[in-house]
Each structure stands twice: as structure tokens, then as C-alpha cells.
């Protein structure tokens, strides 16, 4: 079921940008944070010894493709084929795992490196930036396998369409953050 | 007034084909990316280089794959205002925090 609003404009398609735009503010504050904070270790490990930058680089290139996977899902469940609607949400949520699982390896080696969150000032806003933007991957990554399992019921038809967009939208927006990341935190040392 | 539910945000969704060619540019800016990072002669460009190629990456996911470019402008206002305020908050600190190290250091040596 969905409202509308006096603009002729679906209500939760609406807040959810409204949402995705209080996003923005949050990860402009973070990526300030970094970027404040960027240089002013006093002690290390410093960004260019342990950037990883071919790993990080495998882990943008695949969340890239997970969001032309989520595109291709909403595409299929738009034109009502929920095959393919089923298998390109899993393949967006199993892409999503993969860029988490990259990003625990990522972690472990740094801190077996020695940078924690309390070593200095670019562990703790890295690992601040980061870890926020993971967290909203696993609640993408969660909101991804309901819906596919909702699929797998038999419960998400070409009525739910918006749905699929709405999730479709907040995926995207975290994989526009991580453009953002990778360019500001690996790229520009 | 009300409008019939639906009216303005009815909007044709680009097709696979375009979403297609959409992930091969986003792939061929991330090598680009890659690349400018490892070619020393572009130590001197870098920042710039990457920024733009950065912000080329953003503006197409966000007008093709988020829908942007067909969908109702009221959506591009609610994206982008916070938007430009977020950029604004980052620069206005990052002129207060580095800009006041240099007037500093420009104090002391001068």
C-alpha cells in the first residue's frame, strides 16, 4: 500500500530522501573529522604503510557492481520477473557480504599492524568513517536478504516495485559514501 | 489542490542496456583512479585528478542508478541541499583548522 503527497509524489520515496539527505550531513561531519584530523598522527602506523590500496580497490570494484546488481533487480521486478528480480537481489546482498568480508580482513590486519581506534588520530577517525560506513552495509546487506526471502515467499510482486526502489535507493547511497571514501582516505594520502 | 496520487513521479527508468554502460564508465574511472595514483608523473596533480574523477563517479550513480536525471526535481532538492551543506561544513573547517596552521606558521616565520 502506498500514499501519496499533495505533489503527486509516493510519501515514503519521499521521506526516504529526506533520510538519505540527514545521511549526507552525517558523513560530511565524519569525512571533515578525517580530513581535520588527516597528517597529525604523532605516533604510527601512518596511512601509507599499511593502505592497502589493490585490496580497497577490489572492494570498490565490487560494490560498484552491486549496485548495477541492484538496479538490474529493480528493473526485473518492475517488468514483473521475479526470477531474475530473485537472483539479482541475492547477488547485490552476496556482493554486499563480500565487501564486508573485505573490509573484517581489512580490520584484523591492521590491528595485527598495530593500529587500533585509540593508536592515533588516523586510527581513530579511520577506523570511526569506516566502521560507520559498514555498519549501514550490514543493514543493507540485512534489508537486501529480506527482501529476497519476501521474494522467495512469494511476497514481493510487481505491486512492491517501490519497495525494491527504496532499497535500491539507500544501497546506492552507500555506495556513493564509499566512492567518497576510497577517493579521500586510500587515494589521497 | 490535490494532485491524482502518482501523477508526477511516474518516470521511465533508464533501460539494462544503459545501466550496463553506466557500470562500464564507473569501472573505467575506478582503473583511471587507480592508475593517476600510481603514475608518479601526476604527483602534482593528483588531488585535483582524483576529485574530478571522484566526483564524476558520484554524479553518475547518483543521476542514473539512484534516478535523479528523470525523476522529480523535489528528490534532487532533498538530496542535494544537504548536500551542498555538507561540502560547505567541510570546507569552512578545513580553511579553519589548516588555514589557521598556515597563518600561523606564515606569523612565524615572518
Not at chain 1, 94 to 122: A, D, M, P
Not at chain 1, 123 to 137: D, E, P, Q, S, Y
Not at chain 2, 78 to 92: D, H, S
Amino acid at each position: 500500500m502506498s500514499a501519496h503527497t499533495s505533489m503527486g509524489l509516493d510519501n515514503r520515496k519521499m521521506a526516504f530522501w529526506a533520510f538519505i539527505g540527514s545521511e549526507c550531513l552525517l558523513f560530511g561531519s565524519l569525512i571533515s573529522t578525517y580530513l581535520v584530523y588527516k597528517g597529525k598522527s604523532v605516533v604510527g602506523p601512518y596511512p601509507p604503510e599499511i593502505l592497502n590500496i589493490p585490496f580497497t580497490s577490489v572492494s570498490t570494484f565490487d560494490l560498484l557492481m552491486s549496485s548495477l546488481m541492484m538496479v538490474l533487480a529493480l528493473a526485473a521486478v518492475q517488468r514483473g520477473d521475479l526470477k531474475w528480480g530473485k537472483i539479482w537481489l541475492f547477488s547485490t546482498a552476496l556482493l554486499g557480504l563480500v565487501f564486508l568480508g573485505g573490509q573484517v580482513l581489512e580490520f584484523t590486519e591492521f590491528v595485527h599492524k598495530g593500529l587500533t581506534i585509540g593508536t592515533n588520530l588516523f586510527g581513530c577517525t579511520f577506523f570511526v568513517l569506516t566502521g560507520t560506513h559498514g555498519a549501514h552495509v550490514t543493514v543493507g546487506v540485512l534489508w537486501l536478504l529480506t527482501l529476497w526471502v519476501r521474494a522467495l515467499q512469494g511476497k514481493l510482486g510487481r505491486a512492491n516495485a517501490m519497495t525494491v526502489e527504496i532499497t535500491g535507493l539507500y544501497w546506492h547511497f552507500v555506495d556513493v559514501v564509499w566512492i567518497v571514501i576510497f577517493t579521500v582516505v586510500y587515494l589521497i594520502q | 489542490m490535490s494532485a491524482e496520487p502518482g501523477a508526477t513521479e511516474r518516470h521511465a527508468h533508464p533501460t539494462a542496456g544503459v545501466y550496463l554502460r553506466v557500470a562500464a564508465a564507473l569501472v573505467i574511472l575506478t582503473v583511471l583512479e587507480v592508475g593517476v595514483f600510481y603514475v608518479p608523473a601526476f604527483r602534482v596533480v593528483l588531488v585535483p585528478v582524483l576529485l574530478v574523477l571522484s566526483a564524476a563517479k558520484f554524479t553518475l550513480v547518483v543521476m542514473f542508478y539512484m534516478h535523479l536525471k528523470d525523476d522529480n526535481k523535489f528528490f534532487t532538492f532533498l538530496f542535494g541541499a544537504p548536500l551542498v551543506i555538507a561540502v560547505g561544513v567541510m570546507v569552512a573547517l578545513l580553511f579553519l583548522f589548516l588555514g589557521a596552521l598556515t597563518l600561523k606558521g606564515a606569523a612565524g616565520a615572518g
